[in-house]
Every structure is written in C-alpha cells, then in structure tokens.
C-alpha cells in the first residue's frame, strides 16, 4: 500500500449571504466547534478557526483524502444545517455561494495563526489583509491598513 504525505496548508473564508452579521456570538462559539469536528471527520488538522458575524476564516493542514471543495461542501453545508435546524431554527441564516482558499507557506503559518485568532481586534482596528477578507474575485475592497499579525 503506498503512503501519501501532504503537508498544505489552506487558509479558507468565506461569508454569511449577503455579509449580513448572522454569526452571533451567541452561536459563534458552536458553529466553530461543529466546523472543526467537520475537519478532524476529513482529516484535516485544524490551526486556527475565527472571525466576524459576517464571515470566517479557517486554516487547516489539509488532508489526501479529500480536496479543499470537498472539505468546503462539508463544512458550509453541515454548519448552514447545524444553525437553521439546530442553533437558530427561527431565524434566517445562509452563506453566501462562493469562498476563497489561499496557500499558506509554512514559514507564514505562524503570522496566519494570529491573524485568525484576532480577527475581531484587526476589523476594530482597521488592520486588514485585503486578499484574507475577499471571498470572492470581484467582492468590493475592503478598507485596510497594514497589519502585523
């Protein structure tokens, strides 16, 4: 049997429908919670998982056994699930189609790490990565300052 080894690193996001703030803290802390049981399920190692009522930001050491669309199919569809049926079920709640996925060198990892989990900190701030927060190509640009994770 032959041994596969793959050590990439994505850093997905995607958004809430129409970046409507329906990530409250409220279920926040759940939805994250389900998110990474998703992963481990794929075998995909979770390093940081955060962000904002309108969307969220997750980086994973990916597994062979699944592609990252798959792994985004099992994510946004049991998570949209978990929330409509379980967390929220009186309430509106989607995300939006699309998501973006960027490599991140291992050398970085760290300095994505921290991004990730100050999420909240650097959208108060103003302190943004630009290309961290599109979720699409042709979403508007996002105002930012340079950040130092």
Not at 57 to 76: P, T
Not at 87 to 104: D, I, N, R, T
Not at 130 to 147: D, L, Y
Request: aromatic content about 10%; some cysteine.
């Amino acid at each position: 049997m032959s041994q596969n080894k793959l050590n990439g690193f994505l850093h997905f996001v995607w958004a809430t429908f129409d970046r409507l703030p329906l990530l409250t803290e409220d279920i926040e802390r759940e939805v994250y919670r389900y998110i990474e049981t998703v992963c481990r399920d794929d075998k995909c190692e979770v390093l940081a998982i955060g962000g904002m009522p309108d969307h969220v930001h997750l980086l994973v050491r990916m597994s062979h056994i699944v592609s990252f669309s798959e792994l985004m199919h099992h994510v946004k569809g049991g998570s949209s699930r978990l929330i409509t049926q379980n967390l929220k079920p009186e309430s509106y709640f989607a995300w939006q189609g699309s998501y973006a996925v960027l490599s991140a060198s291992p050398k970085d990892i760290k300095k994505v790490i921290r991004y990730i989990q100050n999420q909240k900190r650097h959208h108060a701030e103003g302190r943004l990565w630009p290309e961290a927060e599109q979720t699409f190509e042709r979403e508007a640009s996002i105002p930012n300052k340079s950040v130092s994770a």
